[in-house]
């Protein structure tokens, strides 16, 4: 190969095995044109993957005949294949999911006579109401044993012993076989939709033990649930599902769009709420929020997971509503705006101590002993919350029976849970309640971090259950203490009749603190209504929401999951709009006397492959003095270098060239660079406002910025650099920060 023959001008998109042949007028073939590939920890570049999608679907409707027509079809129904499958995969899974938690979780107080793998429910079908069940055993039963004490001693040390079990079980799965299949992964999603690769997060082996992780955990008792990580296996299922074709392999534009919609779905089946799933997808994963194609696939995806989860009608009820609401009043009074806006502060303000009390546990764990041992943390952590849960009898149900209970108004016709009915005990219920509510906090906040699956949703709800629950038999107290005061003017003059619904003050509760928490408004009102069946009551709900959110800003800025980002330091752009405070361009970038530059027709090959292997930035800007000459990425002029023979590497007769115009060097003496540029770059003066800098990052999904005056580069600001900006008001950014290993 004679030398200066490398001109690369215009590629044909090609095959890989003529990737290094000359083309019929000497040159190289265009590389841009190949799909890049990312590692793990970069950022995909949006606007190449883009065009080549564009570039692509031009290609199949160019091709003449039938061909043209038949093969835009052939893509369309791959893609809608992917988007099916994915939501009858996490509608089965998750529905099964259930079954087996449910049967791991009774199976700590007793198992059924004439099926052991019956859980409480099924053992018990078909009886009367009001009639003893005598085929389910527990534990002290199954033994014979007689003594109130001894039964007690051995129901309590079953139930630890087995919490124990499935808690060490499944962490002991996370640490040994998938690291990444721990917490709830919607940090991680928000990020990976955001344009942060992250493809061993999303392995078929982190599927396999996210799965059966959080099924073992969830039955053990932890104070979490399995919301958040069904969108992570959701994720994975659809990933999986992409690399079978390649229009999606090899374009990792396309793949967020499926994965979009496969978190939709998973919400779906988290929740029973179809419509939630995809409100949330717009809401939490706003990366899409403006394509009504990607709208439109997460409709579907959430529709087909909620009819899969429905026909195999996992809780027996043929109904997709997980906490039925039922005989709650329809009319509500002025004066209970009162409590709610009360239950919306107190949410406001917990949720924003929960945040901070799981920041400050998970710094502890990471720089104490407790980072060498997991799993033993996982088994001390669920050896803790069983022997405390048992003492508590709100705190020792699971989480799910405990909020359907909480949710119910008071039957004559059906069994009082726990005396939760009694008047005479309303004092009691309420301490029982505060004392559980408080418990489940801190056991939640230490709990969601430890290398187990855990989603903070159910949890959450428990905790403003039992608190919503609490003042509703207050209020229903205080309403039959005082029947006639002014402020009941509204309510029967008959305390015996009802006008307060102390179990939907507990759904109220449980908006506020999901609110204070997770600072979600719509989408959460949605999941809530949809998870209750409480359409009626939909303005409380708001107001709840509202107040919670309000309150929650006012102390703290984020939700959890944009702390957890922050704390694991991913390249996630907040969607809020951004306000400076004056300041300019200059302020966010990083000044040229900081930058790592290529020197035009200055660098050999072999310090140019040097400069590549020293620092692992996606590019570098390439200049001539201080003149610029383009931004060259690390993808393509790796690519020109891996054409070169080890020979001409170690030449130093010949430099490295990019421009494609004004050249100082005679060709004999230059290595034609110049396709390593970036066919187009935004260029800004660095006196524009910040926040016209931080919406473009936004907007347009850029990695850098060259700020210039007059031609000359004047500084660099990349996505990194407005990502610390966003984050500045959180002092804990990166404390958790871990690069991920690429599988490859």
Known sequence: MSPGRYPIQSWPAIATEELYELTEDGHLPDTTKLPRHYKDGSS??????????????????????????LLPLLESSRLW?????????IGIAGAWLDVLVKWLGDLREGHCSYGFFYNQVACCSGLDPGEKCVDWLTWSEFFHIRSIFVQSLLQCFIYVVLAIAFAGSASFLVVTYAPYAFHTG??????????????????PWTLLIKAVGLALAVASGLSLGKEGPLVHVACCMAFGLSRLFSQFSQNEAQKRKLLAAAAAAGVSVAFGSPLGGVLFGLEELDTFASETDVMWRAFVASAIAAVSLQWVNPFGT?????????????????????????????????????????????????????????????VCASAMTAAISYLVVFARVPASELVANLFQECDSTKPDYHGLCNPTAMWENVFLLILTSTIKIVLTAWTFGMMIPAGIFLPTIAIGACLGRAVGLLTQGLYRAYPTAWIFLSCPPDPSER????????????????????????????????????????????????????????ISKDGIYPVWIALRQYPWLSPFTYHDKGET??????????????????????????????????????????HLVGFATREKIKAVLGILSSDELSDNARKCSFSRREFVLPEA???????????????????????????????????????????????????????SLLTSHFQHTGALAQQPQDPS
């Not at 679907?57 to 061909?67: F, P, S, T, W, Y």
């Not at 919607?186 to 392995?203: M, N, Q, R, T």
């Not at 003066?685 to 910025?705: A, G, I, S, T, Y």
Request: with cysteine.
């Open 44 to 69: 995909i570049d949006w606007l190449y993957e883009e065009a080549a999608e564009r570039g692509r679907i031009h290609a199949l409707k160019a091709q003449a005949g039938v061909r043209g027509l």
């Open 585 to 626: 361009g200059a302020d966010v970038m990083k000044s040229f006397s900081e930058l790592v530059v290529i020197n035009d027709e200055e660098l050999f090959p072999g310090a140019l492959d040097a400069l590549l292997k020293k620092y692992d930035f996606n590019g570098f800007p390439v200049v001539r003095g201080t």
């Open 669 to 723: 003496d230059r290595i034609d660079f110049s396709a390593s540029l970036e066919e187009s770059i935004l260029q800004l003066r660095k006196d524009v406002p910040q926040e016209l800098v931080v919406n473009m990052f936004q907007k347009l999904n850029l990695r850098q910025v060259l700020f210039t005056q007059s031609g000359n580069l004047t500084g660099m600001a990349t996505k990194a650099d407005i990502v």
């Open 318 to 378: 043929a109904k997709l509503v997980l906490f039925q609401v039922n005989n709650t009043i329809d009319v509500w009074r002025a004066f209970e705006l009162i409590p709610w806006l009360g239950l919306g502060i107190i949410g406001g303000i917990l949720g924003a101590l929960i945040i901070r009390l799981n920041v400050e546990i998970a710094l502890y764990r990471r720089n104490s002993y407790l980072n060498d041992w997991p799993v033993l943390e996982v």
């Open 499 to 554: 006008c307060i619904s102390p179990g939907f003050y507990a759904v109220l509760g449980a908006s506020a603190m999901l609110g204070g928490v997770t600072r979600m408004t719509i989408s959460l009102v949605v999941i809530v209504f949809e998870l209750t069946g409480a359409l009626s009551h939909v303005l409380p709900i708001m107001i709840c929401v509202m107040t919670s959110k309000w309150v929650g800003d006012a």
């Open 81 to 89: 294949l992917v988007v099916i499958l994915t939501g009858m995969g």
């Open 186 to 203: 919607i940090p991680e999603i928000k990020a990976i939709l955001g344009g942060y690769v992250f493809d061993a997060f999303l392995s």
